[in-house]
């Protein structure tokens, strides 16, 4: 079955850390980029993390650089994203993507900022 499962999110206080997760399945993980998308209430999904397939090459988008860090797990194909110094605005679905031909995304895990 050809799918991306995210966990990790919960709720979290200003200045606390996650590490989200995403297990992949069905696809040769390791040959494909991956991102982290996010969308909070209201708003477009937007990239926020991106990987290349061997893992050399990130991405990040302004409002996460040095706060956000992307990794992979080739081997055992599983999809990170470090999240630092959480702020109220990182409240949000995160979102792991890829495209294989098709458009591959997970379910979602929610991150909730608060104190």
């Known amino acids: 079955q050809v799918q991306l499962v995210e966990s990790g999110g919960g709720l979290v206080q200003p200045g606390g850390s996650l590490r989200l997760s995403c297990a992949a399945s069905?696809?040769?993980?390791?040959?494909?980029?991956m991102g982290w998308y996010r969308q909070a209430p209201g708003n477009q999904r937007v990239l926020v993390a991106a990987i290349s397939s061997d893992g050399y090459t990130t991405h990040y988008s302004d409002s996460v650089k040095g706060r956000f860090t992307v990794s992979r797990d080739n081997a055992h194909n599983t999809l990170y994203l470090q999240i630092n110094a959480l702020e109220r605005a990182d409240t949000a679905v995160y979102y792991c993507?890829?495209?294989?031909?098709?458009?591959?995304w997970g379910q979602g895990t929610q991150v909730t900022v608060s104190s």
């Open positions: 993507h890829t495209e294989t031909g098709r458009n591959l």
């Open positions: 069905g696809i040769v993980f390791s040959s494909y980029p």
